[in-house]
């Protein structure tokens, strides 16, 4: 037995691999009641081994043999849901075969690449703030971009009532009314917000690179499964 095995694998864990949710979220639903090993009620702090039986909501789950991480080029229009209920979800767009949901949002506005797995752990891990992942946008504004506003931008700036300021960041001008923005985190609408207290007006955001992943030329509305090489130095960035 591997070391991993004799010291069993936490269960919140064991849910995000399964993709039944992210790790915050399947804590919650462990407190909720809804998971049991072996028939009875799980805790928080339990460990899986590999003989017990793992359920939630009296169905049998498992962990995928393989973390699926597919890039699709999100159009504007589809917003970063599964709920079956919004006919513009991105789930019943993609039509996977496997169950996936996304890996953080682009607002329903917003476009470009959006990062789409079955491991709730790995999602964590690339999108939480506190991490620091470079997320990459161009960003078309409604009128001409002055070098104030770009040195304002990569300072921080004050948004929501002038509650949260924004970290440092690194902008760059790509034309008049263009530029680039590499963020490390991911606040609500930042990149809109962080505009609007400028004076400007984002009329058009895409998102080409999420750490190593870039978005390049693929069509929007496509996706393809990333590969062994961006896998590998995804998994090598985020230490799993």
């Not at 946008?137 to 300072?155: A, C, E, G, K, P």
């Not at 996706?223 to 961006?230: H, P, W």
């Amino acid at each position: 037995m591997e070391p991993s095995e004799e010291k069993g694998i936490r269960l919140n864990k064991y849910l995000g691999d399964s993709g039944v949710s992210s790790r915050r979220a399947a804590d919650a639903i462990i407190e909720e009641g809804r998971v049991t090993i072996d028939g009875r009620p799980a805790v928080l702090g339990d460990r899986v081994f590999p003989e017990n039986t793992v359920c939630v909501d009296g169905k049998t789950i498992a962990p995928e043999e393989e973390d699926i991480v597919i890039m699709f080029n999100k159009p504007r229009g589809i917003t970063c849901t599964s709920n079956p209920e919004d006919p513009d979800n991105v789930i019943d767009f993609i039509g996977h075969p496997k169950r996936i949901y996304s890996v953080g949002r682009l607002d329903k506005d917003s476009e470009g690449l959006l990062l789409m797995t079955n491991n709730g752990f790995l999602a964590e891990k690339i999108m939480h703030s506190s991490n620091g992942h470079d997320k990459e946008y161009i960003v078309t504004v409604d009128h001409d971009i002055t070098d104030d506003f770009i040195r304002d931008m990569s300072l921080g700036v004050a948004i929501m009532g002038g509650s949260v300021v924004t970290r440092k960041c690194e902008v760059t001008k790509v034309n008049d009314r263009e530029f680039k923005i590499i963020l490390k985190q991911g606040l609500n609408r930042q990149i809109r917000r962080m505009c609007d207290t400028l004076g400007y007006t984002a009329i058009g955001i895409k998102r080409i690179r999420v750490m190593n992943l870039e978005l390049g030329n693929m069509g929007i509305g496509k996706y393809r499964n990333i590969t062994k090489a961006e896998r590998a130095e995804l998994y090598e960035k985020l230490n799993l």
